[in-house]
């Protein structure tokens, strides 16, 4: 049995327990609690404990990756004389160079801390995958919806998604690469040339999955137009599938550009993948492991944790899940 | 059906067509050809009006132009027949500039120009380059030549009525004389019983005189057991990956060390060595012009290919992604239906761990991670074409098969929970099934139809190969083709490979799409939609 402590309401017993009237007009109106979305997204977030602990490390991670730098003044060249400064263990550099924070993961092929190297590189990796992420994103969900929606479009589309699908991406990077310098900027737009293409079809393929549902036919017979029935209707549903998404596009940029990287076509920048790329003969050399293995590790973690949070994001952004 | 699938794949073909046009503008327009030099050291040792003669020569082996120097026009008159010997000669020297020309040369130099540029050519004269004292710089003699950028239409047109090859008695030039044309069938195959040897071997064999091959239709003991050369592939000739080879044939041949076995000759020698006589193709003028050839053969079908141990690049590239492709049925899809049948169980945690790894980590990153791990557990890392074991092929096949396991592992969980949530299962649930029958008559069959979708495609993508699992490993693969062509400006390798990978993507769609219309009788693709 519930015991309810009535000097806790704050309200005197008489106003309590007075007699209400039945009113007609109030009965018609209906009472709920008051609903916003983008705060039930967090509050659904929130709910779950490991949530706040992944964008903890996200938010540190980027911190690192971000403000690091600035702070350090990083220059990979600076100890390229020194002979003893080169592929040194994270035991051998603290003794060389001194107990400090940047020599923690030991020193590179021309003497550069490992430890500023991975954050300069995450920076740029981490950078590439949003810029593309942002553009690919914007247009493929714009495209893939009209897509979708027209029947005259979709005809045409439909075609250029079975040619240009067919075209080895490897080949138009490589292409790219060559015909501009290959820059951060070369980079992104080789990436996003085409790669909005195959967001828009898997958004075009959800669009048609709903876009014929009986509430929408209903809709559309009294009278809803186009567009609100696309704001209303149709965009809701797609918000989740959105976020999710766009939680596996971020770390897959960053993963497709180690790819590149690794396989020659990566940019000028020293990115993630190209230390990785660089560093892949220090991997069987035994002392200089941790060259390799570092940048690996955090471009795993960028991934993982990315993706985590884009993941349980995309749930928690599911209307479903507020109740 | 049939006509469905026949529209389907003119469909396919109209875009395969499309894919290499696109390719072709991608890699002979818009890159700058200039590029293919970087790394050449002949370029850099040649100077002046040489090292301008070199490039267009070179860019025509490449495949961008056609050129044609002055002195092949003048030498083709000679041997047409329309000018003498001494004309040839008067003709063929240029002078310092066409002011300084011969009169014989003027004459025929206006002739090459006219002719030339009556068909769209470009016609370029370089006068001397001389140093002050009048002496010639090096390779700066003057120079006359003719080119013409070969247009996109034309040199897709001519890719795809070249692509595939009839032999035929007419492939030797008409005015080589090598006895009576045409094709002999005989029930005892010549290679198999040499002239001398009295009890015979049954072998029947197409032979072909006036043709390419010597051998078009042939038996022998490798698989597939019976070999035709009537008709063969062209998908683009390499010019520096393989060097003048077909893509399709740089794909296909064996590789590693040579098989030795006795080989009888033609002329009835016999030598221990590799050559496949069953290959034998023509080469004009071939049988003197060495004294081996002379030794062996008895005519100019001298051109023939080696056993090699190994398998092809094709060959490695498909037993590797083959076996991961079985492997990562066999165990993805039931522990993706474990994993939806104990949802929210310790099985599918660890599961949707395992995904959300694979998805997340770079591919490189875990490849490296396995190949350590592999190292450290005494398997050999590294493939050795010419070792016989078989545990090289594990670490390959484990870093295919682990990606592709968690990929079905996540489909299958996925549709098996939308089926079980679905309206007709709680209806038969209420009407009294048991959940046996119901995941064996009903949820089963329904959550496999979007695979099945899938299997022809893996099946197709098994032979493209895996960039990264064949480098890392050093697989002597298929997958690594691409790349090596575009980082050695091949062309020709480019634009076939790509032709290649397109058919085999069109191809698995098609029959994915019958696939699943032969498992599901619902779905038809003949009959309109209601």
């Known amino acids: 049995m519930n015991t309810i402590n009535l000097e806790k309401t704050g309200l005197s017993e008489q106003e309590l327990f007075s007699h209400v009237d039945h009113s007609a007009l109030e009965s018609e109106k209906i009472v709920a609690p008051r609903y916003s979305y983008w705060r039930s997204v967090f509050r659904v977030f929130f709910r779950k404990k490991i949530n706040i602990f992944v964008l903890a490390l996200l938010g540190l991670l980027i911190a690192f990756a971000y403000i690091y730098p600035s702070l350090v003044d990083y220059d990979p060249f600076a100890n390229l004389m020194d002979p003893n400064s080169k592929h040194l263990s994270p035991a051998a550099a603290m003794a060389y160079f001194g107990k400090d924070l940047q020599w923690i993961l030991g020193a590179g092929s021309s003497g550069e801390s490992t430890f500023d190297a991975i954050w300069n590189g995450s920076r740029i990796s981490i950078s590439l995958a949003l810029v593309c992420g942002a553009i690919n994103m914007t247009v493929g969900v714009i495209v893939g919806s009209i897509w979708g929606f027209s029947k005259r479009v979709d005809a045409v589309m439909t075609e250029v998604y079975n040619i240009i699908g067919n075209i080895p991406q490897i080949l138009l990077i490589s292409v790219m690469a060559m015909l501009f310098a290959p820059t951060f900027w070369t980079m992104v737009f080789a990436l996003t040339v085409i790669g909005w293409l195959f967001i828009a079809y898997f958004i075009r393929t959800q669009v048609v999955i709903i876009r014929d549902r009986e509430y929408n036919l209903a809709s559309k017979c009294l009278g809803t137009s186009t567009v609100k029935i696309a704001m209303k209707n149709i965009l809701p549903f797609m918000t989740s599938v959105i976020v999710t998404l766009l939680a596996t596009e971020i770390p897959s940029y960053i993963s497709y550009e180690v790819f590149l990287s690794y396989i020659g076509l990566g940019m000028s920048d020293m990115s993630l993948g190209r230390l990785i790329y660089q560093a892949e003969s220090a991997m069987v050399t035994p002392g200089w492991e941790m060259e390799f293995w570092s940048p690996v590790a955090i471009a795993s973690i960028i991934t993982v944790v990315l993706y985590v949070v884009g993941q349980n994001l995309g749930d928690a952004s599911d209307p479903r899940t507020h109740m | ?530």
């Not at chain 2, 239409?153 to 045409?182: C, E």
């Not at chain 2, 071939?286 to 690049?313: C, E, I, P």
């Not at chain 2, 209806?427 to 089963?444: C, M, N, P, Q, Y």
């Not at chain 2, 083709?481 to 390798?493: F, P």
């Open chain 2, 1 to 530: 059906m049939g006509k469905y699938i026949i529209k389907r794949l003119l469909h396919g073909m109209v875009s395969i067509i499309c894919v290499v046009l696109i390719v072709m503008v991608l890699i002979y327009t818009l890159l700058d050809r200039g590029k293919i030099f970087s790394g050449d050291p002949n370029f850099n040792h040649t100077a002046s009006n040489n090292r301008i003669i070199y490039q267009q020569s070179r860019w025509e082996d490449f495949g961008y132009l056609d050129y044609v120097p002055y002195a092949d026009y003048i030498n083709e008159l000679a041997l047409k027949g329309e000018i003498d010997e001494d004309t040839r000669a008067a003709a063929v020297l240029i002078g310092h500039t066409p002011e300084k020309d011969s009169e014989t040369a003027a004459k025929y130099v206006a002739e090459f120009t006219e002719y030339y540029q009556s068909r769209g050519y470009k016609i370029e004269r370089l006068d001397a380059d001389a140093k002050r004292n009048g002496q010639l710089r090096d390779g700066g003699q003057p120079q006359l030549y003719a080119t013409r950028d070969i247009p996109l239409l034309q040199r897709a047109f001519t890719y795809f009525t070249k692509m595939f090859f009839v032999d035929n008695i007419h492939y030797v030039p008409d005015y080589v004389d090598m006895g009576k044309r045409g094709l002999t069938f005989t029930l005892y195959d010549p290679v198999k019983n040499p002239a001398e040897e009295t009890k015979k071997v049954f072998s029947p064999a197409i032979l072909g005189n006036g043709t390419l091959h010597k051998y078009l239709l042939y038996f022998d003991g490798k698989f597939p057991f019976i070999h035709q050369n009537l008709l063969t592939l062209n998908l683009g000739q390499s010019y520096t990956v393989n060097r003048g080879v077909d893509v399709f044939t740089t794909m296909t041949e064996s590789q590693g060390a040579y098989v030795l076995s006795s080989v009888t000759y033609p002329t009835g020698v016999t030598a221990d060595r590799a050559d496949d006589l069953h290959t034998a193709s023509y080469v004009q003028g071939s049988l003197n012009a060495t004294a081996s050839n002379a030794q062996w053969f008895t005519d100019d079908y001298t051109n023939v290919t080696t056993h090699k141990k190994g398998l092809s690049r094709l060959g490695y590239s498909f037993v590797i992604g083959i076996i991961s492709t079985i492997m990562s049925y066999v165990l993805g899809l039931p522990i993706g239906l474990a994993m939806a049948l104990r949802k929210d169980k310790l099985l599918d945690k660890i599961g949707t761990i395992y995904i959300m790894f694979i998805i997340a980590v770079p591919s490189l990153a875990y490849i490296f991670l396995f190949k350590a791990l592999g190292g450290k557990a005494g398997l050999p890392t590294l493939f050795d074409m010419d070792s016989s074991g078989k545990l090289m092929y594990v670490l390959p096949v484990v870093s295919l098969a682990l990606p592709a396991i968690a990929n079905l592992m996540k489909w299958m969980r996925r549709y098996m929970i939308d089926q079980m949530n679905s309206d007709y299962v709680k209806f038969a649930r209420s009407g009294g099934l048991s959940e046996g029958e119901i995941f064996t008559k009903h949820v089963w069959k329904n959550a496999l139809i979007p695979i099945v979708h899938g299997i022809p495609g893996s099946v197709l993508g098994a032979m493209t190969g895996a960039i990264i699992t064949e480098r890392v490993y050093v697989v002597p693969g298929a997958g690594n083709l691409l790349t090596q062509a575009i980082n050695r400006y091949d062309n020709g390798v480019i634009v076939g490979v790509t032709l290649f990978y397109a058919v085999l993507s069109v191809l698995s769609i098609i029959l994915g799409d019958v696939l699943m219309a032969a498992v599901d009788p619902r779905i038809s693709f003949t009959t309109k939609d209601r």
